[in-house]
């Protein structure tokens, strides 16, 4: 026997109160529209998922918090992101159940929805706004501002995201203090800048020394590696760097993409494989969110074509903007713009070596 008293199926989930919410207009002004209930649904199921991914971003933004994080959190971390990315999945895959409806049956009950829109989901706005997406970086349809189109309970929610440290905040703090990259008798930053120069050169001498190109080709090849430095430089060069976060251009300080960098080159020392398969998830959940937001466009496009939206924006245009424009971890993804074969990295010292690796000698003895 339990010491807790017994409950029923039904309280538990409070079936009664989630099961009595679906009512559709179409029927409340006698234009029975069918299915409106499957519109109705596959939202409430869409925000119930968006419950579950704040629950997830919320105990990690709760993790990267204080000064310090170990690896334990970073282990979880990495499982709650890899959770978020699998509801990601269904989120897409979900669509496709949407779409059974066709655009004529949504006409049948699309103007009973003026002007409520996903565009007034404050939970997605809160996702959005929780991993990083700033104000600034929103793009704006007919001037209005997504706060003014809530009401004010949901405003206030959003507002309080505002004076808390995003995701990328913290990610970025977090990778600011990683340690190693500076000993007495290693310097990641000159070593990697050494490797940088001497696989650039060698580039450089394969294309002269190829003597199958035509000139054309050898101009075009040449110019292609002094894009690749361009790049470098601006990595490089702190005041450069600073200068495209001030753009906007890079979201990432200098010294969190170096690390950033780091992990990912020496990603195969055990101590740093962790933390890479974090930034890893990252990066696979802001491309689980950019596929959402275009096969949600394309979706919008079949469904009412070029009509404005529901909620008053230019509809499958502003979707399709929002694709490119509101990613976060635009930088993690550009990492691979850094990398070099593993052939050509620094050779770590020694101690750094050891400082990277499990080094277990005592404890049960079959581990010895
Ligand atoms: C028939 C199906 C749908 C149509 C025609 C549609 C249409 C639109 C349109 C036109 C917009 C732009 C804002 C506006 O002018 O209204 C929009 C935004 C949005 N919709 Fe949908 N939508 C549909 C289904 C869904 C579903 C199932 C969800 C899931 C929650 C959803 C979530 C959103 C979100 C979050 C936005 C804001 C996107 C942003 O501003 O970046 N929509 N939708």
Redesign the pocket.
């Known amino acids: 026997m339990s010491k807790y008293p017994p409950i029923y199926y039904s309280d538990y989930l409070q079936l009664d109160s989630l099961l009595s919410s679906q009512k559709p207009k179409s029927d409340e002004y006698g234009h029975k529209a069918h299915d409106e209930m499957l ?1 109705i649904i ?2 409430q199921a ?2 119930l998922w968006f419950k579950q991914i704040l629950h997830e971003i919320d105990s990690i933004n709760q993790m990267f918090t204080d000064d310090t994080v170990d690896e334990k959190s970073i282990g979880i971390a990495a499982s709650r992101l890899g959770r978020i990315t699998e509801i990601q999945k269904l989120l897409i895959e979900q ?1 496709r159940v ?1 779409e059974t ?1 066709t655009p004529l049956d ?1 006409l049948e009950f699309r103007d009973f929805l003026i002007p409520a ?3 007034q ?1 404050f939970q ?1 706005r809160l996702i959005e706004n929780k991993l990083g997406l700033s104000d600034d970086k929103r793009i704006q349809y007919n001037n209005v501002d ?1 706060l003014k189109t809530l009401e004010e309970p949901h405003r206030k929610l959003i507002m309080d995201t505002v004076n808390k440290p995003s995701l990328i905040e913290l990610v970025t703090r977090w990778l600011e203090r990683t340690p190693f990259l500076n000993s007495e008798n290693f310097n990641f930053w000159n070593s990697y800048k050494e490797a940088v120069e001497k696989m650039m050169e060698n580039d450089r001498k394969i294309i002269l020394e190829n003597k199958t190109l035509t000139e054309k080709k050898r101009e075009f090849q040449l110019k292609n590696i002094e894009l690749t430095k361009e790049n470098f430089d601006a990595l490089f060069d702190e005041q450069k760097h600073n200068g495209l976060v001030k753009e906007g251009k890079r979201h990432l300080s200098n010294k969190a993409m170096l690390a950033a960098i780091f992990i990912n080159l020496y990603r195969d020392e055990p101590i740093l494989h962790l933390p890479y398969m974090f930034l890893n998830l990252l990066v696979e959940m802001d491309e689980q969110f950019t596929e959402w ?1 275009y096969r ?1 466009a394309l ?2 496009q079949r ?2 074509g070029t009509k ?6 230019s ?2 245009q ?2 399709m903007s ?1 694709v490119d424009k ?1 990613r976060v971890f635009t930088d993690l993804f550009n990492l691979s713009t850094y990398l070099i074969p593993r052939s050509e990295l620094p050779k770590l010292p020694e101690e750094l070596l050891n400082e990277l690796g499990f080094n277990f000698t005592g404890g049960a003895g079959h581990l010895k």
């Not at 404005?308 to 924006?313: A, D, L, M, N």
């Open positions: 519109f596959v939202h869409y925000e669509l949407l409806m949504f829109s996903g565009f989901s997605f997504y937001r949600h979706m919008v469904m009412i404005i939206g529901t909620g008053g924006s509809g499958h502003y979707l929002t509101h």
